[in-house]
């Protein structure tokens, strides 16, 4: 043991290797001071480095240049022989790169050059900028030259001012003294006619008179030297209107000196432009229009007159030209236009505004299409400017012989013709210009026209409709002809010619277009949501006739769809007649006999016309058709109840039990035979309906109802539970439970049902509602808030509930609780009732207004909102007003509403068989 620790210790007298840094290990930072290393002590020599190495098992480093010989070449063949062979390869493959440097180089060239273009056509050179300039220096003369101004004080520095001053005279400050006095007295002197001399300094007086006659002369002389009467030296007459010379100084514009020189360096620019391109006729107009502006004239007029013999086949330039003269000077200048550009339409046209008569307008117009006879527009103004149709005719025939292939002209032609001859010019135009489809719709509305406008004669129906017929025959036969000939119009495009065709007064014509193409390019599983989309897009832009025949032909295709039927019955009530909507609805209810929706239309439409019988022979006709329907036997029974014939209503409902016999039946058995008085048949009707409809809640409610009527509360309260029981999830079985306990004074039992409601209904916001009315009619205001607040939590979007909260509100921060409702749920007929309200309250009569509209139009079948609109008519609103309140809220048939329901369905016998509008003022008059 002590021999082996002797071993291990004897490290100690070793000396230390050469690179050992005492605690290096441990982490710290060796040091050597020179009594270390002695005054030249050198490193360990690099045998003693690789043996040191050898023995940890390192590599020694090579340093990969050591061994180099620096005459060889490095690389990969280095140390080879460069032999004959290896230079002419070298020789071939740099032929090989110039021979492909050479077929890229014309590329890379032009490539460059345009990149080159580029960049100096968005970022040019001075020089280049400035090149128009220095050419134009060349005409510069030497007086211009001698005329250039000194360069200023551009070095921005501030010169000492000449600080010098001087003594004014004291007969300045006199004279300026007197300048703001007045002479307040006049001369005793008076002249003879009735005038007064002014006393002059030097004795003199002044003539005044004198002194206007000479002012005006001289003003009169200036005008003649600038006036067209007056010649210059060269013999050139001007042409500045003296008249108008004193109306012109008064549009004078003062510019400003940014305005001038802006002007001034743009008249530069065009002069330059004209100077170096003077064949460029937009520019003369530029430089011309530029002077018009700065207000000279004469040199705008100088301009465009240098342009025209710059530019004479330009017909913009003369046409500038005649705009910028008067119309004397612009008659001569058009003349001499029409010898250089006489095919030009613009220059002729022009040339005839300038004539005041019509004569002479329609001899410069004849003259113009002896050189142009081929432009439809000189045609066009031509016969526009005759008197008679017979000229017009006489002009058009020659038209359509030298220009056969204008539709518009032919057309023209045929409207002057009687009906006859129309027939033999569309023919003509037919052949003349097969491609039209203008032509053959002509053609359609000339047949239409015939059967409608014939004087003095009786043609039978049959008769019309086979002349009719015709104009769905040309139609068709013109929609081939044209498909012959390539003319492929697409069906959006016919459909508007049909549009075009109803507007323009020709409704046969339009349903042989529809007729036609409306069945094109659609795919045979989409032709009936396409033509539906049709007819409704058409009936929105008030084209009601090309939707009637949209759907007149999907009917024809799909005679059995119930919902083409309802839509064509509703176009027909909304924009037809009665008799047509009839026709309708007997249609509808052939084709479509099951479908008991349309039986009760036609039948409500017959009733609403005043003709009960016909209303009853359409509910038989519908009986046959649908023996077991439950709706048409409730309408054959609210027909007779309300004309009068109760037994008859009863006898239906009594045969309706046996035959149909569902719940409604049997509900509105029991509501008929309340409604006449007699509340033990309704509680015997009720109690065979239970029976048979245990799970149906409304005969619960009315159960309960009768029950209450009579004061028989303990009947009632168990009709309610039984109600409850069988069907926990109704909400209004519970909020007549709990009324019927309020009512018989017992708010702690009808608070408890509420709350057994709300954890059966959670979220039902009309229990939380009733909740809050129960607290405030108990007289807990404060509780009522308490409720209210939780209601609001668990149904935060409840219009009911935030209604309830902006009224529950001090009157000024209910504008901000209704700001919170209306973020919680905007689209609320409630809460915009509400706000409307708030206006009402406030006195913003048109806001309230508004504000009605919008609820209305959100919910038409809330009754409420109907009711408080009325009851705001009825305060600030017209007779108009309240009649079309009225009005509106009958064609909506509104069924909702805790007001409403509650009127409506009043079981009691004075409320019975109520229409709409009685239920609105009873609801108008009940809502505080």
Known sequence: MAANKTNKLAFLSMPAPASYVAGLGRGASGFTTRSDIGPAREGPSAEAVAEAQARRGEEAEVDPEQFQDPDNEF???????????DEEADKIYEQVDENMDARRRVRREARENEELAKHRAERPKIQQQFADLKRGLSAVTDAEWESIPEVGNLTRKKRKRDERSFVVPDSVLVGDRSKGEYENALDDRQQTNGGFETPAEEGTLTNFVEMGQAR?????????????????????????????????????????????GDIKRARMLFDSLVKSNPKHAPGWIAAAALEEHAGRMVAARKLIKAGCEQCPKSEDVWLEAARLHNNEDAKVILANAVQHVG?????????ADLEHDIKAKKRVLRKALEHIPNSVRLWKETVNLESSAADARILLSRAVEVIPLSVELWLALARLETPERAKGVLNKARKAVPTSHEIWIAAGRLLEQEVFSAEGETKTEEERNKQLEQVDKTIEAGVGQLRKHQVLLTREQWLKEAEKCEAEGSPRTCEAIVKATVAMEVEEEDRLDTWVGD?????????????????????RVFPDKKMLWRKAADLERTHGTRESLNAILERAVQHCPQAEVLWLMWAKEKWLAGDVPAARHVLEKAFVANPESEQIWLAAAKLEAENGETTAAKELLVRARSIADTERIWMKSAVFERQQGQPSEALET???????????????????????????????????AAGIRACPKEATLWILASRLEEADGKSIRARALLDKARLANPGVDILWAEAVGVEERSGGAAQAKTVLARGLQECPTSGLLWSMAIWAEPRPTRKSRSADALRKAADDPLIICTVARLFWAE????KARQWFERAVKINPDLGDVWGWWLKFERQHGTKEYQEEVMRRCIAAEPHHGLIWQSIAKDGDVKAANKSIKDILEFVADTLR
Do not use: C
């Open 75 to 85: 690389g990969l063949f280095a140390g080879t022989t460069y032999e004959a062979d």
């Open 216 to 260: 005006d002369k001289i003003l009169s002389l200036k005008l003649d030297q600038v006036s067209g009467t007056t010649t210059t030296t060269s013999g050139l007459s001007t042409s500045v209107d003296p008249k108008g010379y004193l109306t012109s100084l008064e549009s004078v514009v003062v510019k400003s000196d940014a305005e001038i």
């Open 343 to 351: 095919q030009s339409v613009k220059i002729w046209l022009a040339a």
């Open 535 to 555: 007819a409704e897009s058409a009936e929105a832009r008030e084209r009601v006739g090309t939707a009637r025949a949209i759907l007149a032909y999907a009917l």
């Open 686 to 720: 009720l109690k065979t309906a239970l029976v048979r409809y245990p799970k149906f809640a409304k005969l619960y409610m009315i159960q309960g109802q009768i029950h209450q009527s009579q004061k028989n509360f303990a009947a009632a309260r168990a009709s309610f």
């Open 843 to 846: 006195r913003k009569i048109e």
